[in-house]
C-alpha cells in the first residue's frame, strides 16, 4: 500500500467525515464498523487504478469512499441475513447493536455514497457504481435461493459471487479507470482485473472456511457450511466424492447442522481445496493478463502484488 498512503490516509478522513451525523447511533455504529480494519481492498483498488493511468485530481477520495460505503453496508445486511456474530475477529455490528439498528444504518450508509457520487459530477462514475450496487443485491438474493439446495450447481455458484463480490470489485477498478479519462480498452482492462481478482478473492475465502485458522480469519470456520450454503469446495466433494461422501455434504447443506469435522475430512479426502484454488489461480492469471497493458508504474506493481496477496493469504 505504500505508493498510495497518502491516499489511504486521505480516504480515511473522508470516511470519518461523512460519518458524522447528528444521529449519534449512526455514528456510534459507523466508528464501530469502521474501527474494526478490514483491508480495504476496493477503494484501495479504485485508487491504484486511478494512479496507474495518470488521474491528478482529488475526486478519487470520494468516489474510494463511496466504495468502502458500499461494501460497509453490504456487510452490515449480510450479517443480518446470515446471523452472523463474528466478523473481522470481534463481534458483528448486529450482535452488539441489534438487527434493526444495523439494517438501518446499512441503509444510511447506501444514501450517503450515492450523495458523495453526485458531488463528483461524473454521470459515467455514478452510472457504474449505481448498476453494481444493484448487481450486488441480485447477488444476495441468488444466494438466498441457493442456501440449503445441494444440487447448486458450479455454474449457479460462480453466478453468485460474480454479482455478490466480484462486481464491486469491477466498479471499483472501473471508476478509477473512468477518473483518468482511459482509452476505452483501458477502462475495459481495469473491470476485467477487478472482475477476476474479485473472484478469485471469493474462491480463496471458500477454501479458508475450511481450512483457516478462526482467529486469523475473524469469522467463526464453518459458518458457511453452518448457513447451508454451498460453496465451490462442497460443490467439488458433491461432483467427485464418495457416494458416502456426498451424502455426507448433501445432508449438511440441508441441515446446516453437521459434524465439522467429518465434512473436512471429505474436503480433505478429495481434490476440493486444491480443485477451488486452481479456479482462483485460473482468475488472477486472466486479472494479470488484463492490466498488462497498463504502463509500468509502482501502481501497477501494486496492483500485480494483490493479485499475489489475494490467492496467498491466510485471512
Known sequence: MSPIADDMKALDQVIRGRLNSEVVLIRTIGEYIVGAGGKRMRPALLLLVAKALGYQGNYHHTLAGVVEFIHTATLLHDDVVDESDLRRGRSTANAVFGNAASVLVGDYLYSRSFEMMVETNSMRAMAVLSEATTVIAEGEVLQLLNVHDPDVSEDRYMQVVRYKTAKLFEAAAQVGAILAQAEPALEDAAAAFGRHLGTAFQLIDDVLDYSGDAEALGKNVGDDLREGKPTLPLIRVMQVGTPEEQQLIKSAIETGDADFS??????????????????????????????????????????????????????
Not at 506493481?301 to 496477496?309: D, H, P, S
Open 262 to 315: 467429518k465434512v473436512a475430512a471429505a474436503i480433505a479426502n478429495t481434490d476440493a481445496v486444491a480443485y477451488t484454488r486452481q479456479v482462483a489461480d485460473a482468475e488472477i492469471d486472466l486479472a494479470l493478463s488484463a492490466i498488462h497493458a497498463f504502463p509500468d508504474s509502482e501502481f501497477k506493481q501494486t496492483l500485480v502484488g494483490f493479485c499475489t496477496a489475494a490467492v496467498q493469504r491466510d485471512h
